[in-house]
Structure formats: structure tokens, C-alpha cells
């Protein structure tokens, strides 16, 4: 039975929730698939997380590989294939918790970097598991600037092969998934030297452990770098190399490659491998930035419904505290962030797939865009899905905390993404490059990329809106977002011509104005995300109250991002006191109307029970129930040795001793 | 022996390290009985945390409860007593870990809420540890809003006791500590109900367990609510009242007593009660906050000058993560503010000691002064260090998520201070409301308390800065800050009477207005804090670099808040843009002065390695060697059953089955 206090947030939906699922899948099709995969994972017993908050890190991991293996037959039994419509969902119905992932990287390396031959070879091995790969890029003392990894790969021309060392601690692989326990095999990224000559980054394929019986093999030293905030089921691990000698064939060498006689030999375009970084940091929002985002609003929305605490008036009822400005002011933005950056997601899948048609025919030219915009995306995107998760644990108070509300999980995975696939400010600095380079291009009358267009047309206008409802224009505020865009991209440029015109060398001209290129670089997502949003919605049908409600969100998207960062408006005069005092009281208005939707809008992202496992989050609300029920399963509630060893002395006589 | 990276950023110090720690400590002999309790502590193994990281809650429960029976005997043997000058440092030195901290709150409770009588004859119990003690108030349904409890004790005049229920599932008792498995008793908040007249709140002790064999006493369920994001240490309980019943005498009775009849009695002030939540608040800023920021700086900072990533400049060696500009505006704002919340924390104890002499002369009248300043820097502190340890964590990189740089848990137990003893928005909004009352009264020209009679003064004005360098004025930034909070109150208080005088109820009207309270409440903290850390600088000794170094990072707090929040300070046009522009150019310039002196300043906090326990921060900043060594212990690096039974069946043959 449903928690009335959550039954009653249903019944006065402004919009059909089934149509915005359809919408957020991409179509009715896609969430009947959706449903059927998920269906088929939650019923199997062999997928269950039911005890996950339990369990320890060597369960988890062994639960990982447990369920690794079972999917394999369990995709053979459904008729799922990796290429067929299922597949994407696989990996969200299980909540990533499963293991082998760096086995796909390990294949996926190869065929990108691999010769036919070893396509040939390796593909098939690992397409049936006769061996478990892995990856093994950043080391101990290196992670993002990959020029500086350590470890040597020494070309032996007497042998034919290679001799892999670590020559020192910090060169030690450190992190690489599926590596500490559990692969057979890995690419290792290493220095190639050749007749003492260095060659600088390459992969090679290397054997670890033994297929008989898993032993490492000689030369390795490889464990697991133990416990982290989270992904316990992944054993992620360290490897050490001590004279391990590969054959002349392990080293991928689609792009280059070391004849027999030691001549070293570059072939083909390595461009395509910043197509590669791309298509990662773009797949990784939508399965572990956003699914995250959605499931902490789900949970904390729902909570707030059920929850009642204090009172609004005398007299009354205690109030439901989403019912409170404040927990709304926490909650609705994160919500209305979560549908932005959804569809974020689907304009960046579609410029990476023009972009990916373009570079099939060897045209390069959307490079550059496309990478300055995965990057700033992934870093923007990441840093505000991880605070928005974070803000919904807090909104939850004491029960948010508790591991089984689920959100603590939820933000210390998210957290990861911050991370990994390329540091966050390492990543906005990269897109910084791109705007000003763009920006001196579009100034000199160049033309540049259609994403940054804008930067050229620089005005000194002032904000139009002469009342509140005003900003409740996508044209106006999508204006405001550009005008910043293009104040803090150009007063940056200029900061870092007049550094340089004054003598200062140009490394450190650009290092003393990377505080101010972040912000720049965060304010053009930021406005190509306001943009979107608004297009977005336009283009939306009218009936069944989706293109309402989704408005709605857009405003709020658009004037929380304002309200938060009201400087950045100020600063120049664009938005004037006056109008910024029209934008916090139309975001506050928004709240109160958004609030009234909050229920159907998380609903909308048909998360099941399982799928969220949280004791705050179900369907049905019946928060403290489930509580009680899941606290009674923990492990801490066995008999403890504490009592005979240190409660029951120190109670019966433990201070007549001392 | 000392990484050379880290050694030599000790040899430019500008400043003596022993004197700023001193400092810190409140004198040089406060620093000797400090060191002196840390190395008693730390040189005995029972209270080792070495393997801490690599534990599950249940052995974290138990080496806890050892530790705290230990604890009993060290003291004994070292001659250390409640009252002496080591006792506060013990706690600090255990790094918290340790159980039975709920039985301390078990006695204080009834010292102050019990009579004399009670007092005679449960404090002695408790002192000698015949007894466990615990503190049974928040219930599954009800944290913030006291009233609303609803445990019931219905006094029963013929057996002359109260029956003690739990009506239904949101009213158990959830989260005390030392609940779960080791009290044997606690007091039990309750709703007081005498020939069915509600009294409301009531406190009574009530036995739980058996002081025998520890089993549950008659008509109790209790047991531990599970895994929470940190606290493995301690058993978070639940607790469910059946038909209870407790003797007349054990309902605390200082202010209130229901007499054999059932006539109920009233007697005495208990305005004392808010008092003790003030001293709470107040007592966890130093152990609870500012020791995991300080810890946090001191690990990012070591750890940022060992790191070495990219190149500032071509051709030379990979520089320093921390001569990155980005890098800088991360940590070195959160080490301003470690020292910000430092002063204020002197500040608010002197504060609270001369309440404490005045309440003892009956005289309350600094009660609501206490009160507002208590909850909002409570709020305010546990927030921007929260975010501050969150920082230093995301700043590590990959290794800031590992568990073994320490840096993980001290995110997720700082992360509970923002709920525990008053959520955070709750509380702003009291020390919102006491702003209200005293500008509306500072309006009418009646007399306010000391800290905000600058309330009264509200100045049109326009801030003097002309250059950078102005803003390096004490004067010039304190004013702003001011002004600031003054505006904030100012408008808010204006939009309230708006509101209510065009027919808003005044309740609703409130509620429309929290966003903007809770902004003026952080303002006038942050005021507080600015002004109070640049009147502690001004009172500085001169020599020894000291006052120079603190007068930095004081210029530093002020600008980060400026910069972090330009908006509040250009709305009405008190900073213009180009002053704001000034604004930014010092404090960028600030970064770099502060980075020089950024180990030196870490240093001074005078954590051990032991206290860190982190594989990034230690004294010698051997990094990637501590990092392996410990990894190395991880119970991940036993052998797995996972190989045996599902890695082996699949490498050999899996597929072939299928």
C-alpha cells in the first residue's frame, strides 16, 4: 500500500508520466525494452543486491564476478547480443555492479590500436573469455599527463622481444580495473626505447597471470591497491614489472610499429585517438553522471513527501517538508539540472555521431569542437551532478546518512567521475584553450566552429527584462548566459595578451589566468546548456502537458543558474540590481509551482525499487517500515565478541581491578 | 628520511613553525600536555588505528569498545582526570575512535535535568561503569522538531509508575549512540501523560539491557540501525518500548515532577536547557570540524608539493601540482578558513564563558545573543569545512579516493556535523530570526545586543577602495562584509513586512522568505568571522613572522569570500566592477604570496602521522612507498574464492558449455 502523503503528490499530475518516460527513453519503443531487460536482470536472483550495504569489499567483488560470469549466459539465454537494442540497458539494470568492464577496454584498445593480425589474434581470445583483459595506463606517479609515465619497454633485436620494466615505485601501474585479482592479460602503456633511443608512449599486450591456475606470471607483481569511498566491486590494482620479456607482436601497432632489425616505423593518422577520449567522457554521462542525479532526486523528492517535520502554521498537521521554500530551494534545482543535462546528453550523442560520419570520411575538422566540448561537458556536468547528489543526501538529514537511504552510495560513486576519464580542471582548462583560441579566430574574422559562433559577436547591451514574468523568456535569459560567455571568455583574452605584452613568459601568463579561464569555460556549458534546454522544449508537442511542465524546468534550470552566480550578471551592468531582484522572485515563484509536479517528474524516470534500493526511495513511501525491516538484516545486529571480552569485565568489576 | 620536494619548502618558511603552533594551542605549555597526551596515547598499541581502513563495522564496534575500556585504565595509570588540563586532548588523540562517547551525554543529562537525589544516586554509577548510559531522544520519525515525539510515559497512580510505549514505528527511538549493542541504559525522551492529560516532553531513565548477561530487559526491542557513510566505530541504535514500566523516581525531576498523586509540578527555569544545546554546538567546532579540515590541508597540501604533473614551463621538470594557480585556489582558501574557524572558535568560547558567569548570577539576558551566534557559525562552520575537506579530497586526484589517504573518511564523518546537533538551515534560520527581531528593534532605536548593533547603522555608502592594494585593508573588506549582511537583513526584513501588509499570513510569509534568511544569516557569520580574524591579527605579536603570515591569510578569507560570492557585493553597486576586478588581482596575487609558506602553515597544526593515518600526508611525504606498503595489507590481496569458483570454469571452459 502506498504512503498516502506520496499517493496524494500523484494524483494531481499536470502531465502524463508515461509520455515523459517515452520522451526521456526516446520513444515508446525504447521504454518497453527498457522494461523488459530490467524485468529480466531484477527477477534473477543471481543479479540481486538486496545486502549490498552489508558486504564487504571481498563480497562485493566476488558477487562482481559472480554476476560477470552469469551474464554471459544469461544474454545467450535472452537472445541478447552487443549489438542489439538490450544491450545499453544491461549495464543500468545492474547498477554497474559487475565486473569485467576493463575487459571491453582491453578489446576495445586493440581494435583501435591494433594491426589486423593482432585483431585477429586477440579479439576472438577475448570475445570468449579465454582470457580476462585489462588496462593498464596511469601508474603510481602519473595519471593525466600520459608523456610522463615511467615504465619502459626496451626493444631486445637479439630476442625479438620486449623487456617490460618498473624502473622505479612512483612507475608502478596503480588503478587499472579487473587487474588485481581477477586479468590474465592487460595492455601496458610504456616508454619504447630501441637502441637506447626513446620512442616516447606505447601499448603492449602483456600476461600476468597464468591461464592454468592464475599464478602471476614471472617478472609480475600485481595485487589489489585495496579499499576506496566506493566501487568495492571492482578490484581495481597495481602492477610491477620486473624484466618480462613479450614477443616483438605484443606491441599494437596499427600506428606504429618496431621491424625485426630495431627501425621503428609510423603509419596511418593517430588522430582518430582523441576521437577515442571523446566517445568515453561523452558514454559515461548518461550511465554514471546522470542515473546517479536521478535516482538521488527520486529518493530525496519522495523522502520529502513522506516526511513531515515542524509546522507551517499553528495549529496544523506538521508539514510535509518539501512544503518548506528551503528544501525546495535544495531539491527542485538538482531536478531541473538532471533534465538539462539529459538533454545535453542527446545533443552531444548527436554531434558525436555527425562527427563520427564526418571522421569516416577522413574529414577532421569537428575535432577539435568535439573535444573542447566533451571535455568542458564531462568536467561541468560531473561537478554539478556529484553537488546535486551530495545536496540531496543532506536534504535527507539523520536517514540520508544511513547507508540504506542509498544515497551515500550513490555520492561516493558519482564522486569518482569528478576523476577519472581526465581530471575536471585539467578538462575545463582544455576547453578554455579552444574558446580563446576561437575567440582571437572569430575576433580576427575568422570563422570557427558553430558552438562558439557566438564569441563573435560581442555586445555592450543591457538585459531587456522590465518585470519579473520577463525572465521567464528563454530568449532573454539564454542571452544573459551568452552575454557572460563571451565577457569572461574576451576580458580573459585580454588579460592574457596584456600579461604577455608586459614581458611575462606565455606559460606562466596562461598559468596565472586559469582561475579565470575555468570560469569561462564553465559559463560557455553552462549557456550552451541554458540554450539547449530552451530549444529543446520548443520543439516539444504541447498535448499531454509535457511541453508545460518541461518549460517550467527550463525557466528554473536558466534562473537558479542565475541566482547562484548573480555576480557574473552584475558585473558589467548586463542584469541591473533592479532585475536581479525580478530574477530570485521569479525563481522563488517557480519553486512553488514546480514543487506541485515534483512526485510525477522523478516518477517519470521509472526507476524500480530494486534499481534504486533505498529505504527513503520506494515507490510506496513506506520510508520508516523499511528502515526497521532493512537495520534488522545487518550484520552488526549478530552477537558481538565485545561483550564477553570488554562490556561484561568492565560492567561486573572492571574498576575494583584498577 | 624526508622527500627532497617536501623538505625544501621547509627550509623558506617565513615564519617560526613552533611559535604559530604555540599560538594555535593557547601557549607553549598547552603544547607540551598536548604532545605529551598524543605520544601516551599513540606509543600504546591497544590504541592503534593502523588497519582501521581495512576493517568491517563490526570490527570497527568492537575496537572501539576496547579502546574505550582501555581508556579507563591509561587514564588511571598517566594520573589524568576529568578536570585536568590532558583530558581534552585525549579525545583528540584517539581521533574520536573510540565508544561510549553517548555515556558521557548519559550523565550530563542527568546532572542538569535531575534532582539532587537523582543525581546522588545515578552519577556514581555511571562514573564506576556499572552502568552503560545512552541518550535516547531522535526517533525514526522525528529529529528537528522536539515537540513532536511520540514516545509516550503514562503515569500509573496505583503502581506509581510510568508506562513507557511506543505507539507506532516513526516513534522508535533511532540513531543514539552506544545504543545498538552496549547500553544498558538511557534516558528516554517521552511524551508525559497523566490521567490523560498530555504534559509534553519528558526525560526518564529507563534500563534496556540486563546488567548480568546483557540480554534485553523485558518489553524492549533494541539492536544497531546498520551501515551508515561513517561512525562504523559506533552502534547507532534502535529502540522500541513494549508495556515498559519505570519507577516514579526515574522521570528526571530538576524542573519537572508528576508527585504520587499525579499532581504535576513545575518548578524552576529551564532556560538553562538552551543553554546546553549552545555548549554542544559550540564544543564540536574544535574536535569535530576543524580538526578534519586541518588534517584535510595538511594531507592535499603535502601531497601537492610531492605530486608532480605536466609542465609549467617546456623543457623543464614536471612541476609541483601546487604551483598550479587552479590548484592554489583550491586548498589554500580552505586553509584560511581552518584558521578563520580557529579564531572564531576562541571567540565564541570567551563568549560563552562570560554567559556562563552571568547565567550563574541569574542573569540571561545574553541567552538569545549565544543562541543565534551558537546555531549559525554551528551551520556556517560545518558547511564551508564540509565543502573544504571535499575540496582537499577532489584536489588529491585519484589518490584522494583511495581510503588509504585518509581523506575519505575525514569527508564522510564531517559530513554528519552539517545534520547532527541542529540541521544546518533550521539553525540559520533561528540566527535569522533573532537578525529580524534585532534590526526591526535597532530600527526603532531600542537597544541590541553587542554583535549586531551594526544593524543599527546602515550606510549608504560606497566602498573607498581606489587600488589592489586597498583591499589588503582590514577597513576596506571588514566594511564590505558589513555591508553586506546589513543589506541582506535590511531587504529580507522588507520583503517580510511586505508580504504580511499585503494580507500574507505571517507564517507563509516567513516560509516565502527563508531562501533570502538563510542568505542574511551566512552573511552576518561571515561578517563576523572577517572582522573577528582581523582583530585577532591586529592583537599579534609582531615577531617572529607570525602576525605577517596571518594578516595573509586573513586578507585571503576576506577576498575567497568576495570573489566565491561577488554578487552580494555588487547588487547595489557597494563594490562597482572595477573595484571587484581589483578584487580579483589581489587575491590571485594572494595565492601565490601563501603558497610559499602553504607546508610550513600545515605544519603548524602539529598533526602526527599517526593522527593522519594517510598513505599522502605524512611528515616525510614518501608517498607511493606508503601507498604500496599498505595496499599490500588489504584483505583484497588474500586469496578470493571467487578464482575457484567462477574465474576458473570460465578461462577453462564456460563458453563451450553454453
Known amino acids: 500500500s502506498v504512503n498516502p502523503d506520496l499517493g496524494s503528490e500523484r494524483q494531481t499530475a499536470s502531465f502524463s508520466v508515461e509520455k515523459l518516460t517515452a520522451l526521456l527513453d526516446g520513444g515508446a519503443e525504447q521504454t518497453r525494452i527498457r522494461r523488459a531487460v530490467v524485468e529480466a536482470i531484477e527477477s534473477d536472483p543471481e543479479f540481486s543486491r538486496e545486502n549490498q550495504y552489508f558486504q564487504t569489499q571481498n563480497e562485493r567483488y566476488e558477487a562482481a564476478v559472480r554476476k560477470a560470469v552469469h551474464l554471459q549466459k544469461k544474454m545467450h539465454e535472452m537472445g541478447w547480443t552487443e549489438n542489439g537494442p538490450e544491450y545499453k540497458y544491461i549495464y543500468r539494470a545492474l547498477s554497474g555492479d559487475v565486473a569485467f568492464l576493463l575487459h571491453r577496454v582491453f578489446m576495445r584498445s586493440i581494435s583501435v590500436l591494433g594491426s589486423d593480425k593482432q585483431i585477429a589474434k586477440w579479439i576472438p581470445l577475448a570475445t570468449q573469455h579465454k582470457l580476462i583483459g585489462s588496462y593498464a595506463q596511469t601508474e603510481l606517479g602519473h595519471g593525466t599527463y600520459l608523456q610522463g609515465l615511467e615504465t619502459t619497454a626496451v626493444f631486445d633485436t637479439a630476442t625479438q622481444e620486449f623487456i617490460l620494466n618498473t624502473p622505479k615505485i612512483s612507475a608502478m601501474k596503480w588503478w587499472p580495473g579487473d587487474m588485481g585479482r581477477s586479468a590474465t592479460h592487460t595492455v601496458v602503456f610504456a616508454q619504447l626505447y630501441v637502441h637506447g633511443k626513446c620512442y616516447g608512449i606505447h601499448p603492449f599486450i602483456v600476461q600476468i597471470r597464468s591461464l592454468q591456475d592464475h599464478s602471476l606470471c614471472p617478472g609480475i607483481i600485481a595485487g589489489d591497491i585495496g579499499p576506496k569511498m566506493n566501487f568495492e566491486h571492482i578490484d581495481n590494482g597495481y602492477l610491477l614489472l620486473k624484466n618480462v620479456r613479450i614477443p616483438r607482436e605484443n606491441m599494437l601497432s596499427k600506428f606504429c610499429e618496431v621491424r625485426p632489425d630495431g627501425t621503428y616505423v609510423r603509419q596511418g593518422s593517430q588522430k582518430i585517438n582523441y576521437f577515442t577520449m571523446t566517445t568515453l567522457r561523452i558514454s559515461l554521462i548518461s550511465d554514471e553522471v546522470l542515473m546517479p542525479l536521478m535516482k538521488a532526486c527520486t529518493i530525496a523528492i519522495r523522502y520529502s513527501v513522506v516526511r513531515r517535520q515542524s509546522k507551517l502554521k499553528p495549529g496544523e498537521q506538521e508539514a510535509k517538508i ?138 555592450h547591451g543591457k538585459c531587456p527584462a522590465k518585470n519579473k514574468l520577463d525572465f521567464l523568456s528563454p530568449d532573454i535569459y539564454t542571452e544573459a548566459y551568452q552575454h557572460v560567455a563571451v565577457r569572461l571568455t574576451s576580458s580573459t583574452a585580454a588579460k592574457l595578451q596584456d600579461l604577455i605584452q608586459s614581458g611575462v613568459k606565455k606559460h606562466d601568463a596562461w598559468n596565472q589566468c586559469t582561475v579565470q579561464l575555468v570560469q569561462a569555460a564553465k559559463a560557455h556549458c553552462h549557456y550552451i546548456a541554458v540554450k539547449n534546454f530552451a530549444e529543446t522544449v520548443e520543439k516539444l508537442e504541447a498535448k499531454a502537458g509535457i511541453q508545460k511542465i518541461m518549460k517550467h524546468l527550463c525557466d528554473l534550470f536558466a534562473l537558479h543558474g542565475i541566482f547562484s552566480n548573480t555576480g557574473a550578471f552584475l558585473h558589467d551592468g548586463y542584469i541591473s540590481a533592479a532585475q536581479m531582484d525580478m530574477v530570485t522572485a521569479s525563481y522563488l515563484d517557480l519553486l512553488a509551482v514546480i514543487r506541485k509536479d515534483a512526485v510525477p517528474l522523478v516518477d517519470a524516470f521509472d526507476f524500480t525499487d530494486k534499481s534504486l534500493n533505498s529505504a527513503l526511495g520506494s515507490y510506496d513511501g513506506q520510508v520508516y517500515q523499511r528502515l526497521y525491516e532493512w537495520a534488522q538484516k545487518s550484520p552488526t545486529n549478530q552477537m558481538s565478541p565485545a561483550y564477553e571480552r570488554y562490556l561484561k569485565p568492565l560492567l561486573h568489576n572492571a574498576l575494583s581491578k584498577l
Chains 1, 2 share one sequence.
Open 322 to 459: 518539501l512544503d518548506y521554500q528551503t528544501q525546495q530551494e535544495k531539491l527542485l534545482p538538482q531536478l531541473a539540472a538532471a533534465y538539462a543535462y539529459h538533454f545535453i546528453n542527446d545533443y552531444l550523442q548527436e554531434l558525436f555521431n555527425r562527427g563520427y560520419t564526418e571522421i569516416q570520411r577522413k574529414n577532421f575538422d569537428m575535432l577539435p569542437e568535439l573535444h573542447a566540448l566533451s571535455s568542458g561537458f564531462k568536467a561541468v556536468i560531473t561537478q554539478h551532478c556529484t553537488a546535486g547528489v551530495e545536496i540531496c543526501l543532506r536534504a535527507c538529514g539523520g536517514h540520508g546518512y544511513s547507508l540504506l537511504s542509498g544515497l551515500p552510495s550513490l555520492y561516493t560513486k558519482i564522486l569518482a567521475s569528478c576523476i577519472y576519464e581526465g581530471e575536471n580542471t585539467i578538462l575545463l582548462l582544455q576547453t578554455a584553450r579552444f574558446l580563446i583560441k576561437c575567440f582571437m579566430a572569430a575576433s580576427a574574422g575568422q570563422p570557427v566552429p558553430p558552438s562558439v559562433t557566438y564569441l563573435a559577436a560581442v555586445k
